[in-house]
């Protein structure tokens, strides 16, 4: 059955012509070995939406000598989640990681605004300069060489849509809760401070094949085919798999792609696993 996720369509209704804007949150460089993430605990409930408004900072400076997914990030708690229904969300310590983790229990600050954004030097379905055009360097850098190696095999990848703001994101999220309902939603976007487009790491790729969708069927086409067997040469890694809803929180996004740097994208894709697991920080299944 093929599920549609947010069409170019969908996005215009919300936010004009210049905003096809997909799922969640639903990216050479010389990186070198960034520190896992690492945060603290607040006691916002996970239920309402998050007042860590989330924000961006440069890229991270700082490395480590290694990565390991035994490495989990180190927080403080100042309440102990209980359950999924009223866990507190974890406030991100180190946004400007290459490794940062955003998701429904993790959220960005709000003031958090990532400045190194450029704009990629690669094929977009649309004509506007918009914000969602662009990815932080080290991303942007690693997207070119990526769609230059599709490119090589005969394929034509499209970036559809990069960094997204705070401010968009509670616009794109509301939308859909107005028309599809909290439940779907909740599986295809990111409540406002909790999306990794707001990091300036991910971004939805799409083909002509697909329509330049971002729907599940990108990842039959030969395109989203390439993309998932190639993306961690790259630095990229599919962040929502196909299987992992209960992991993520989020339903299966081919189109997806977040850059985490060649050494852990590696490691996550030949497992198999994603980033929670990775780093050992899951999302409930009844969190969604």
Known sequence: MKK????MAGITAVLGTAAI????????????????????????PSTSEPTLDPTKTPESTAASSAISPTSAPTSKATSKPTDSSNS???AVANPESLQVIANKNRALPSNYIPDDLVEPNVPFPYKEKVEKRKLRKAAADALEEMFAGASNDGLTLYAVSGYRSYATQKSLYNHYVETQGEEHASRYSAKPGTSEHQTGLAMDVSSQS?????EENFGTTPEGKW?????????FVIRYPNGKENITGYAYEPWHVRYVGKDVAQQVMAKGTT???????AVPASGN
Do not use: D, N, W
């Open 4 to 7: 549609k996720c947010y069409t």
């Open 21 to 44: 804007i997909g799922g969640c949150g639903g990216s050479s460089s010389s990186k070198g070995t960034e520190a896992p993430p690492t945060a603290i605990v607040s006691s916002v």
């Open 88 to 90: 507190s969300i974890t």
């Open 210 to 214: 697909a329509g330049f969708q971002l």
């Open 227 to 235: 993309l998932a067997a190639h993306c961690a040469e790259y630095g």
């Open 275 to 281: 980033l929670e697991e990775f780093y050992q920080l």
